[in-house]
């Protein structure tokens, strides 16, 4: 597609149960990042893929998160054990390389909820 | 520590009203800046950059910002609001893309 797509749109699943969210890419970006943006809160940054190096996971709020992406293109994020507070639209982005100044491209994000 | 801070959290202004939008920045030197955009139900949209040069930054839409180092600050501008701008504004910084920083979002109502 033209556009960073992510599935599902929504999800709602019970307390203590594993998750997982995912990410498409714009074909060709190297780049790809995960944010959280909880009610009234900025944009969390979670973790950040670049080509083939390791992903920096600085933003990772616990171990329950964790997040992968096969081939340099598409990515998961799971949750597990999820908790009330984890809440959230997670939004993915991509960009074309590792340069500062390029766009970051946003995907629709998926809405998280925790009963 | 690295942050953006947008002190406004919801501006409301009328239809054809100018627009003002506040950002700080705390780095220790000029971060690349940025403005994006989300609409209800939408992805987040880039309005415009700056990272060096020209103080004033001309974005899509009708939107500038102007960066002041003197007041860390980026602010963003429309002299004419419509209608359609109703949305979340995120100022964000960064000085390498795996460590970007957003501010808390200002959500801009606008009146008939």
């Known amino acids: 597609g033209a556009g960073v797509s992510q599935s599902p749109s929504n999800k709602v699943t019970e307390k203590g149960k594993d998750v997982e969210l995912r990410c498409d890419p714009i074909?060709?970006?190297?780049?790809l990042y995960w944010y959280r943006q909880s009610l009234g809160q900025g944009l969390e940054f979670l973790i950040y893929f670049q080509g083939n190096s390791a992903p920096d996971k600085s933003g990772l709020p616990s171990d329950r998160f964790s997040a992968e992406r096969t081939g340099g293109s598409v990515s998961t994020l799971t949750i597990q054990r999820t908790q009330q507070e984890d809440s959230a639209v997670y939004l993915c982005?991509?960009?074309?390389?590792?340069?500062?100044?390029?766009?970051?491209?946003f995907g629709p994000g998926t809405r998280l909820t925790v009963l | 520590a690295q942050s953006v801070t947008q002190p406004d959290i919801h501006i409301t202004v009328s239809e054809g009203a100018s627009l003002e939008l506040r950002c700080n920045y705390s780095?220790?030197?000029?971060?690349?800046l940025f403005w994006y955009v989300q609409s209800p139900g939408q992805g987040l949209q880039l309005l415009l950059k700056?990272?060096?040069?020209?103080?004033l930054v001309q974005g899509i839409k009708g939107f500038e910002a102007e960066f002041k180092r003197s007041q860390s600050s980026f602010n963003l501008r429309k002299p004419s609001v419509h209608w359609s701008d109703a949305a979340e504004y995120f100022c964000a910084g960064t000085y390498n893309n795996n460590d970007m920083r957003f501010g808390a979002g200002t959500r801009l109502t606008v009146k008939p």
């Open positions: 700056y990272f060096s040069g020209d103080t």
């Open positions: 982005a991509s960009h074309k390389s590792r340069d500062s100044y390029n766009e970051q491209f």
């Open positions: 780095y220790g030197a000029t971060p690349y």
């Open positions: 074909s060709g970006h190297t780049a």
